[in-house]
């Protein structure tokens, strides 16, 4: 079933096979917006001053952030998270977007491609799958973020699990090398650690809302933690101040090393996100 999303923020939902899980995204950006159970419990963050207009990164959900990360010679976080994409053949509980380069984006990053984001609800789970296509004649080189905010009860009764080990570069203090010793990582402050070559399982306990999740990445080397705390929350125009309490961005990417696509070749990867109950150890 083709969706006739006119207009960009059209919203198209997404439905698990048993009727529980709800989904719901929209052509700007192939951005996810929202995933909920049976219990309306939101398990995704969305800004309550998030902008919903052409040219804008949402404030929320899952942003896509291809070709660059962060700061750099294009728009922050890339080309893509800003501009429609198209819908292709979906189904009740699945949908499938598509980007080609244009001339638009050609001006900013010289190369032709086809990027592929396809999203699956199932109960308590979600899944999330690119492909990149070279289209060019020259290589290409990306980097890649499935910039997921996650909806927490309470920032003080969360703890992140499965980066104890890693190698870190701390955003806050320009990218410094740091290791992570804690089996259990909680936000007390201001946060923005790139996770280099992070495992692949990794678990958010969210006491609050009594719940965690598990976050299991394909393809993606790289674990960036953030969350604003209470002065940059003030300064984002697209957040209220208060909502660093209620989210916590866990993302996986391929961030600290660029990859290199040759003509004609594609890059597949994924992030599947399940939820349960849980009383967890914070
Ligand atoms: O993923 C972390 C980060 O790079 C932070 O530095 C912060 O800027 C965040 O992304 C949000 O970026 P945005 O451009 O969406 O405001």
Same mark, same amino acid.
């Given at each position: 079933?083709?969706?006739?999303?006119?207009?960009?923020?059209?919203? /198209?939902?997404?439905?698990? !096979?048993?009727?529980?899980?709800?989904?719901?995204?929209?052509?700007?950006?192939?951005?996810?917006?929202?995933?909920?159970?049976?219990? *309306?419990?939101?398990?995704?963050?969305?800004?309550?001053?998030?902008?919903?207009?052409? $040219? @804008?990164? /949402?404030?929320?959900?899952?942003?896509?952030?291809?070709?660059? %990360?962060?700061? *750099?010679?294009?728009?922050?976080?890339?080309?893509v998270r800003d501009r429609a994409w198209t819908v292709g053949e979906n189904t009740a509980d699945r949908a499938a977007l598509w980007l080609e380069? !244009?001339?638009?984006?050609?001006?900013?990053?010289?190369?032709?491609?086809?990027?592929? %984001?396809?999203?699956?609800?199932?109960?308590?789970?979600?899944?999330?799958?690119?492909?990149?296509?070279?289209? &060019?004649?020259?290589?290409?080189?990306? @980097?890649?973020?499935?910039?997921? #905010?996650?909806?927490?009860?309470?920032?003080?009764?969360?703890?992140?699990?499965?980066?104890?080990?890693?190698?870190?570069?701390?955003?806050?203090? !320009? &990218?410094?090398? $740091?290791?992570?010793?804690?089996?259990?990582?909680?936000? =007390?402050?201001?946060?923005?650690?790139? #996770?280099?070559?992070?495992?692949?399982?990794?678990?958010?306990?969210?006491?609050?809302? +009594?719940?965690?999740?598990?976050?299991?990445? +394909?393809?993606?080397?790289?674990?960036?933690?953030?969350?604003?705390?209470?002065?940059? !929350?003030?300064?984002?125009?697209?957040?209220?101040p208060e909502e660093y309490r209620r989210m916590i961005c866990l993302e996986t990417g391929a961030i600290a090393a660029p990859v290199t696509l040759?003509?004609?070749?594609?890059?597949?990867?994924? =992030?599947? /996100?399940?939820?349960?109950?849980s009383a967890g150890t914070r």
């Amino acid at each position: 079933m083709a969706h006739s999303a006119a207009s960009a923020f059209d919203r /198209i939902v997404l439905r698990s !096979s048993d009727g529980l899980d709800g989904v719901e995204l929209c052509r700007h950006g192939a951005h996810v917006l929202g995933w909920h159970g049976a219990d *309306g419990c939101d398990r995704l963050f969305l800004s309550r001053r998030a902008e919903f207009a052409e $040219g @804008k990164p /949402i404030r929320g959900g899952v942003p896509i952030v291809f070709p660059q %990360f962060g700061d *750099g010679p294009l728009p922050k976080h890339g080309l893509v998270r800003d501009r429609a994409w198209t819908v292709g053949e979906n189904t009740a509980d699945r949908a499938a977007l598509w980007l080609e380069d !244009s001339a638009a984006t050609r001006t900013l990053w010289p190369h032709a491609f086809r990027l592929d %984001f396809t999203v699956a609800v199932a109960t308590d789970t979600l899944t999330l799958a690119v492909q990149l296509e070279n289209r &060019g004649t020259d290589a290409c080189r990306f @980097k890649f973020a499935l910039h997921s #905010y996650f909806a927490v009860g309470d920032i003080a009764l969360v703890s992140v699990h499965g980066l104890a080990g890693c190698e870190f570069r701390d955003e806050l203090a !320009s &990218g410094a090398v $740091g290791h992570e010793t804690r089996e259990a990582i909680r936000v =007390t402050a201001e946060v923005d650690r790139v #996770y280099v070559n992070a495992p692949d399982r990794l678990r958010i306990v969210d006491g609050g809302h +009594g719940r965690e999740f598990a976050i299991r990445k +394909g393809n993606l080397p790289d674990v960036v933690l953030w969350n604003p705390w209470i002065d940059k !929350s003030r300064r984002l125009p697209d957040f209220m101040p208060e909502e660093y309490r209620r989210m916590i961005c866990l993302e996986t990417g391929a961030i600290a090393a660029p990859v290199t696509l040759a003509p004609g070749e594609r890059w597949e990867a994924k =992030t599947v /996100i399940g939820v349960q109950a849980s009383a967890g150890t914070r």
